[in-house]
């Protein structure tokens, strides 16, 4: 089975991070500057997740170990961007190779702590959205909240305002805050749930495979009220409150005007990318 990797980019307040080959780290700003900012571990046996803070002080690194035909060894560390100081390993792990094993994704920052997206490590199929989201202490590494079961899938992508997951037993959206407490729940039933970056509105994403029906783009008030549906695409997050990302297009809302930008492109993330 092959492994599932993780986009190797990461947003902050002022630049975009990027993985240049297998271990070096990049970055790139709105005025189109590069510059070198640290390294990870890679190689023929290794690959490297990452996420750097808002304020481009401290890095997140999971690394997977691929060394073994059976297993994947997991470490978890974090350290200062610059000069790789303050180094400190809070979760080491190992998953089984075959289905059933999950991974970390580190997704983000929020008031200090990580979000780590929980993801299958290898498959032969398309994964459509983590399993879980884990808030742990990047410091510590200790879990202070999590969000999503076996019946409640999250998406891809959380926001500032919080976190969402799908509940299919009882077709409704379930919002939750930072803390992990459930804060509201919308009728939706589909994948890919999306939280607008105040809180007020959720996107639904459906469709857009081979044999199965044309793509559509969902929005539901938070608050309650009435969906306004987006044929013709499927947004992977919200950019503000009145626009949605689309891979090759954003979605204007409430208008659900479609501006076309770049095809054969994939979601990453949203900049800036503080949470």
């Known amino acids: 089975m092959a492994a599932v990797l993780a986009p190797p980019v990461s947003a902050t307040n002022d630049k975009v991070f990027f993985r240049d080959g297998d271990t070096k780290i990049r970055f790139l700003t709105p005025t189109g500057e590069t510059g070198d900012a640290t390294t990870v571990p890679g190689g023929q046996n290794a690959v490297s997740f990452f996420s750097v803070s808002p304020d481009d002080l401290r890095i997140a690194v999971l690394v997977e170990d691929l060394s073994s035909s059976t297993t994947i060894g997991l470490q978890l560390y974090v350290e200062d961007l610059v000069g790789g100081g303050h180094h400190s390993v809070i979760y080491t792990s190992s998953v089984a190779m075959g289905k059933g094993g999950t991974t970390l994704w580190p997704m983000g920052w929020h008031n200090g702590s990580l979000a780590l997206a929980v993801v299958t490590a290898c498959t032969f199929e398309y994964v459509p959205n983590p399993t879980a989201w884990h808030i742990s ?81 969902t929005v539901l008030p938070a608050t309650g009220g009435i969906p306004i549906r987006i044929p013709g695409v499927r947004a992977c997050l919200w950019i503000d409150d009145s626009a ?20 054969g492109t994939v979601c990453a993330g949203r900049f800036p990318g503080g949470l």
């Open 244 to 263: 949605l990302l689309v891979p090759g297009a954003v979605i204007q809302y409430p208008g659900g005007g479609i501006v076309t930008e770049l095809a």
């Open 137 to 217: 202490d990047a410091t510590t590494g200790q879990r202070q909240a999590t969000v999503g079961t076996g019946t409640c899938l999250p998406g891809w992508w959380p926001s500032p305002a919080g976190l969402t997951c799908v509940d299919y037993p009882t077709s409704q959206v379930n919002i939750y805050d930072w803390s992990g407490r459930l804060t509201a729940t919308v009728t939706g039933y589909s994948g890919s749930p999306a939280l607008s970056p105040t809180g007020t509105l959720v996107s639904l994403a459906e469709g857009g495979g081979l044999g199965i029906q044309s793509p559509v783009t």
